[in-house]
């Protein structure tokens, strides 16, 4: 049973440029969140997918957006990008109808130069 | 809003022995889970120990126990007979009920160092 799958793991940007990153929820789970995670630093929560739409959102501007595909998997797209969104990128999934705990995966750390 | 406090950036064990890692919450809620979750250099979030907040027992897994006080709004975490494999960040985090489609509220981390 394969766990949360997150692609590319590493990722060089240049500023302004757009970038999408992947998650594959864990087998059985329909939710999806992503999360931030500067150096050094808690992670911290930007959006929720659920049902192929955003349920709930962290305080990140609008270049911060995401997808989620009927299969579950998801996207997390950010625009214009800016030096201060280097950071590691986690996806956590679980299952919406229960109270279960989030399953992470291995992040996908994005470096802007 | 709430709010995960782990005020100790640091701290280090010799192994076998115990380490109690701090954690306070801030919440207006009364029904809510608290997590500890350690992330090991390979970056993956791994969850280590879950309290319900209703529940007044104390949760435990193994070696790791929880010290969890509602009325003080703290949550340590109480790592027995520590191994090296235990080096790693841990971090405190707080989620409300109820639903599943809630976001988790992390503190900044506590890295674990235990000394062969």
């Known amino acids: 049973d394969a766990g949360v799958t997150q692609s590319p793991t590493h990722l060089i940007k240049t500023r302004g440029q757009q970038v999408t990153l992947r998650c594959s929820p864990k087998s059985g789970h329909d939710t999806v969140s992503w999360y931030q995670q500067a150096l050094g630093q808690g992670p911290q929560f930007i959006f929720q997918?659920?049902?192929?739409?955003?349920?709930q959102r962290g305080n990140f501007p609008d270049r911060f957006s995401g997808h989620q595909f009927p299969n579950y998997s998801s996207e997390l797209n950010v625009n214009a990008l800016l030096l201060g969104d280097s950071a590691l990128y986690l996806c956590?999934?679980?299952?919406?109808?229960?109270?279960?705990?989030?399953?992470f995966g291995q992040g996908t750390r994005l470096t802007v130069v | 809003a709430q709010t995960v406090t782990q005020s100790q950036p640091e701290m280090s064990v010799q192994e076998a022995e115990t380490v109690t890692l701090s954690c306070t919450y801030d919440t207006s809620e009364s029904d809510y889970y608290l997590f500890w979750y350690k992330q090991p250099p390979s970056r993956q979030m791994i969850l280590v120990i879950r309290?319900?907040?209703?529940?007044?027992q104390n949760a435990t897994e193994n070696r790791f126990s929880v010290n969890f006080q509602k009325a003080a709004k703290s949550f340590s975490l109480k790592i027995s007979d520590s191994q090296l494999g235990d080096a790693a960040m841990y971090f405190c985090?707080?989620?409300?009920?109820?639903?599943?489609?809630?976001?988790?509220?992390f503190g900044k981390g506590i890295t674990l160092s235990v000394r062969p």
């Open positions: 997918y659920y049902e192929e739409e955003e349920r």
């Open positions: 956590a999934s679980s299952w919406g109808a229960l109270n279960t705990e989030a399953f």
């Open positions: 985090a707080y989620r409300s009920r109820p639903g599943a489609n809630s976001k988790l509220t």
């Open positions: 309290q319900e907040a209703y529940k007044q």
